[in-house]
């Protein structure tokens, strides 16, 4: 009973005194999450002082990491602020630092340049930008020039939107048997290929929808063996763009990681469509598309939004062929910042170096979600 | 209610074995009535008893005088099946037994059309499928004919006769060349069922665009874009534009409006424009200014 008492005593006086090391000598960061504390880096280099505004951006210090910065006379604090999180609602608005690199590229007695890689985390998973940074001498630290992309302004005008929407009436509850529903959009497997990847087996191809009403797409895959038996079921999840207007195709990807595919005897594959209402805005054109070779193989371009609404989210999906037009690869993008009308936005899908050399034709699609009404 | 009827029904046979009907006395009923059609039960000796009509899902309870008849109105036995008629007394109980057949007369069609909708010229597209039922909901066994008619918007008939197989009936229809709702009709005697079909064009087909300078930029607009049946190809449906020039590739997918689709697109002198819509290559254009 004595010791039960001892060792709860031991255990409370631990906590209170570790208490009060974290409250004297905090840990810096923990401190500039705190709120309190401000960050306790030095600015004393230009290394240091990029790190220190990183370290500012990831604890939303707005007001601190704008007052540091040097050039802070050319733009307001709220326009610094929405430069990082966006104008309009996009992914990055609801984006978190995670984390960030800092690059020196040049240095000299009273400047620098500095490329700091800003890793973010969002809904559809990690997303990395890159700024550089025009690093100064001032006194005994150093600062830092934002590179301000400020809003793009859209001219006042009136877009006419008179795209086609399809709404969906269901049968009811209370019909017969024998009264038939609505009948599902017809899709169809175009192309599919299975390809061996170091983590894994990956299925890649093409759906289309040859139909004359939307659909709602996924498309699920199983790999059988040889004598016929499951090896796994996996499905496209966000490798394709979920809706299909009529004659639209989109490609897919489906990942089975840790299988080989020595062991693959057949692949099944099941298309799944349903009838969805979809609206036939916004229209995307895709420009400049241009296929970068190794090493840093990549497809490039610019979204332009030709409606009249703002996009929030957008999804490129690249579908890459080899010489004789089979599809090889599926890689996607999605763009963390709003597109508004008829404002080019660019984009760059990266391609596996391995695959990059068989690659010789692309096409691209964009799926797109405004709220408000989705694509 | 299983465990029950099985006690009820053996009590009565351990009853029967004390009937004190005369050698020969038996109740008259007939061996087969049609589903809610009347019919009478003629009873022995003389006396009072109770007439059970046992089958699934009904029964009914009559006290009777022996030695008369009793009747059942239309509409009494409408469950097609096998039943007991067990006609029971102080010290007696006889069982008969009687088969309630489906009405000949078919009064209900389900009927089912696959698929609601389907392109145009598709050979055996269309299936449907009928089930006859009486007035009673009791599928009509016995084999009779059953008409299948697809009425197209023009006006052209495809017609099928088909004898029904234990209830069931089922034909296959081809889709016509015409675009619009079809009327797919079934009928057996005076009842008939009606559903709808609807035919949608197919594939494009000659798609074709052709380009002129707008500004910087060029517009493309396409024919109107049909079938190959002439049918139009219904607005929404998907059109991709693309200009490649130089490695360098842009497109657009640009949806049906009014039957065509224009966009304009930015390409040096010198691009290759093309034009398709899902798996359909349209015509290929250089541009020169």
């Not at chain 1, 600062?143 to 269901?170: G, K, S």
Request: with cysteine.
């Amino acid at each position: 009973m004595k010791k039960g008492h001892l060792l709860a005593l031991l255990l409370v006086v631990t906590t209170v005194v570790l208490i009060l090391i974290g409250t004297k000598w905090p840990v810096p960061s923990a401190a500039a999450y705190a709120g309190g504390g401000g960050l306790l880096r030095s600015s004393s280099t230009p290394e240091l002082a990029a790190a220190s505004l990183g370290d500012e951006i990831r604890a939303r210090a707005w007001q601190k990491a704008y007052a540091g910065l040097a050039n802070r006379a050319q733009f307001s604090e709220q326009e610094f602020v929405h430069d990082i999180t966006g104008y309009y609602p996009s992914l990055r608005t609801y984006a978190t630092l995670e984390g960030f690199e800092v690059v020196p590229l040049h240095e000299s007695a009273d400047d620098a340049e500095i490329r700091v890689k800003l890793h973010w985390s969002t809904v559809v998973g990690a997303n990395v930008s890159t700024r550089d940074l025009h690093m100064i001498r001032n006194g005994d630290h150093w600062e830092a020039e934002w590179p301000i992309v400020r809003e793009a302004i859209v001219p006042p005008q009136v877009i006419a939107v008179n795209y086609l929407r399809w709404d969906v009436i269901y049968r009811g509850p209370g019909d017969d048997w024998g009264i038939q529903d609505v009948e599902a959009p017809h899709v169809r497997i175009v192309d599919m290929h299975p390809v061996e990847r170091a983590e894994g087996v990956v299925i890649v191809g093409e759906l289309l929808n040859e139909d004359v009403v939307p659909a709602y797409v996924s498309v699920t895959a199983t790999l059988l063996s040889k004598s016929q038996t499951p090896i796994a079921t996996e499905g496209s999840f966000d490798k394709i763009s979920h809706l299909l207007l009529p004659k639209q195709v989109t490609p897919f990807l489906i990942e089975f990681p840790k299988v080989t595919l020595s062991e693959v005897g057949s692949v099944r594959m099941v298309p799944v469509s349903s009838l969805i209402a979809a609206s036939a805005d916004p229209v995307i054109e895709i420009e400049g598309q241009q296929l970068n070779p190794a090493p840093g193989a990549s497809l490039t371009g610019h979204l332009i939004n030709q409606s009249g609404q703002v996009v929030n989210v957008a999804h490129v999906l690249g579908t890459f062929y080899d010489k004789g037009g089979q599809v090889v690869w599926v890689a996607d993008e999605y763009i963390d910042q709003a597109l508004l009308p008829q404002t080019p936005v660019s984009f760059e899908i990266h391609i596996p170096q391995d695959l990059a050399g068989k690659i010789s034709s692309q096409r691209t699609v964009v799926a797109t979600y405004s709220s408000g009404g989705s694509q | 209610m299983r465990a029950r009827w099985a006690l009820f029904l053996g009590g009565l046979v351990v009853a029967m074995s004390h009937h004190g009907f005369a050698a020969g006395e038996k109740m008259s009923l007939p061996k087969t009535i049609e589903a809610g059609s009347p019919f009478s039960i003629q009873t022995p000796g003389s006396g009072k008893a109770a007439l059970f009509i046992v089958g699934t899902g009904q029964v009914l309870k009559r006290d009777v005088q022996l030695g008369q008849t009793v009747f059942f109105a239309a509409g009494s036995l409408y469950n097609a099946g096998h039943y007991l008629a067990v006609l029971e007394g102080d010290s007696f109980a006889e069982a008969e037994s009687l088969d309630v057949v489906p009405a000949s007369k078919p009064a209900n069609l389900s009927f089912l059309a696959k698929p609601s909708r389907l392109p145009v010229g598709l050979h055996a597209g269309i299936t449907g499928a009928v089930y006859v039922f009486d007035a009673y909901h009791n599928l009509i066994s016995e084999p009779m004919p059953l008409s299948f008619e697809l009425l197209s918007p023009t006006g052209t008939v495809q017609k099928r006769i088909v004898s029904t197989r234990y209830g069931a009936a089922w034909t296959e229809m081809d889709s016509t060349a015409q675009q619009g709702m079809d009327t797919f009709l079934a009928r057996a005697g005076e009842i008939s069922s009606t559903r709808v079909v609807g035919q949608v064009p197919g594939d494009p087909c000659g798609l074709k665009m052709n380009a002129e300078e707008s500004g910087q930029q060029i517009h493309l607009i396409t024919d109107p874009v049909r079938d190959c049946n002439g049918n139009a190809v219904p607005d929404g449906t998907i059109i991709t534009f693309t200009a490649t020039y130089n490695g360098s590739q842009s497109t657009i997918d640009e949806p049906l409006k009014h039957g065509i689709a224009q966009v304009t697109i930015s390409a040096p002198n010198g691009a290759m424009l093309s034009v398709a819509s899902g798996v359909v290559m349209g015509n290929q254009i250089r541009w020169e200014k």
